[in-house]
């Protein structure tokens, strides 16, 4: 089974994952906050596994200011929902406040559309399952490993909590309905990575959320 590797990283304690399959030694990043490149690369080397994507679950800034570096050191492909690309090729332009370090543009991502789909990740030999999970953003997505039983949300969901809606992109109504109707369709032991905080299960947050658990539907 491939293993997660979890790094809290720059200013606002973004989480990035790395995962690494040691069958095919390959690995995938999920996310790719300020100052991630230099740890993930040196776990990647540690698991002696090469990372060959990065897949991002939303482009706020704090979840790809590395994105850039950390692609062009690896020469991994990076993928992003369509709807959220327009921050990733001009990431200054939507910071919404100064930061104290500039961020590169993206500008050959693979795009993703549609309601979910998969990923054909260079290095792994089963493609990596999405699903659109607007919301916190308009292009949000979550990777959902079934065999594994884990589902990476970015900001859409957290340990007894959610993602905002106040920012531009952000819509309450989309957000509870991503996780209602669509996250909350996976089995309770699902483990949930999510974009900042501890990781949790599906179950927990169905039973425990108090802004999308049971009792509010």
């Known amino acids: 089974m491939p293993n997660v590797f979890a790094f809290e990283c720059g200013p606002v304690a ?31 080397k540690r698991q002696d596994c ?13 979840h790809t200011a590395d994105c850039a ?23 200054m332009k939507h910071t919404l406040w100064p930061l104290p370090f500039t961020i590169e543009p993206v500008l050959n991502a693979h ?7 998969t990923i054909a990740l260079s290095g792994r030999q089963a493609p990596l399952h999405y699903v659109h999970t607007p919301g916190h953003t308009e292009g949000g997505i979550c990777l959902v490993e079934s065999t594994e039983r884990r589902v990476f949300v970015g900001d859409t969901l957290f340990c007894e909590s959610v993602g905002r809606v106040d920012l531009p992109g952000g819509d309450g109504a989309l ?3 991503s996780i209602q109707a669509i996250l909350f369709r996976l089995d309770d032991d699902f483990v949930v990575f999510p974009g900042h905080g501890p990781t949790t299960t599906i179950g927990h ?9 049971e009792h509010l539907q």
Request: with cysteine; charged share 15%; hydrophobic share 40%.
């Open 14 to 44: 973004t989480n990035c994952y790395l995962v690494c399959d040691p069958s095919t030694k390959s690995a995938f990043v999920v996310d790719a906050p300020y100052g991630c490149t230099n740890v993930v690369i040196a776990e990647a």
């Open 111 to 117: 795009s993703l559309a549609g309601e979910s789909g």
């Open 69 to 91: 570096p950390l692609a062009r050191l690896t020469g991994a492909h990076v993928f992003v929902h369509v709807d959220d690309q327009f921050r990733l090729v001009d990431p």
């Open 50 to 62: 090469v990372i060959s994507d990065i897949v991002l679950t939303h482009t706020h800034w704090d």
């Open 175 to 177: 957000l509870v309905q």
């Open 205 to 213: 947050e169905r039973q425990h959320n108090p802004f999308v658990g």
